[in-house]
């Protein structure tokens, strides 16, 4: 059974903490992805890599950063994070090539609540 | 550039009632299509998609939904909902660079007995 597996259900930090969020997936993709999930905002695109230590910006990557050291895993990390990052992070992952033609096989979500 | 709109934020509907969630899309690409689904505390999963072929576009448990490349939507149906339908369905327009989705804003679909 395919899966990616996020490290953390629910996260709680303090304002100015390091986070680090980590994604696993057992299905060698090649792309995986970082989302941030709000309310009626629908999810909205955080950084992407194609491959082994490349990255490439979604549509929100200010305050962000990522980290793809090995094919598996893909991670995300806030340098300071700060109350507007309390939110859903979903991790994502895909076939190269097939983020059009193929499926977004997602993570169970990983809650951050920045007090 | 892409966008998708759902039109509806939450959609209540009665057990066994027909369904109706709207998506609408803007691409100056070819186009492909998805609608996910988002349990209670679960991540997403596919519902079905379309890439070319035939209009109508059957997915899993009893859901179709219809591309219509005039009126730039994918809108997506079920003659007869279940409790278990409760859940929150996401539409995506797939962009022709390679490997990324653009998510609507999402439909909460709230079935009640």
């Known amino acids: 059974d395919v899966k990616v597996t996020q490290s953390s259900r629910y996260l709680v930090k303090r304002t100015g903490e390091k986070v680090f969020l980590e994604c696993v997936q057992d299905?060698?993709?090649?792309?995986m992805f970082w989302y941030r999930q709000d309310p009626g905002l629908g999810l909205r695109l955080i950084y992407f890599s194609y491959d082994v230590k490349m990255k490439e910006k979604g549509d929100i990557p200010e305050g962000y950063s990522v980290s793809r050291e090995k094919k598996e895993r893909f991670s995300l990390i806030l340098e300071s994070a700060s109350t507007n990052q309390t939110s859903m992070y979903l991790c994502?992952?895909?076939f190269g090539g097939g983020g059009i033609t193929g499926e977004l096989f997602f993570g169970e979500g990983s809650r951050l609540t920045v007090l | 550039a892409q966008s998708v709109t759902q039109l509806d934020s939450q959609v209540p509907v009665f057990e066994e009632a027909p369904v109706e969630l709207r998506c609408n899309y803007s691409s100056s690409v070819s186009v492909y299509l998805f609608w996910y689904v988002q349990y209670p505390n679960q991540g997403l999963q596919l519902l079905l998609k379309?890439?070319?072929?035939?209009?109508l576009v059957k997915g899993i448990n009893g859901f179709e939904a219809e591309f219509n490349k005039s009126q730039t939507s994918f809108h997506l149906r079920k003659p007869s909902v279940h409790i278990s339908d409760t859940a929150e369905y996401f539409c995506a327009v797939g962009n022709n660079a390679g490997n990324m989705l653009t998510f609507g804003g999402g439909t909460r679909l709230m079935v009640k007995p």
């Open positions: 379309y890439l070319s072929g035939s209009t």
């Open positions: 299905m060698d993709h090649e792309n």
């Open positions: 994502a992952s895909s």
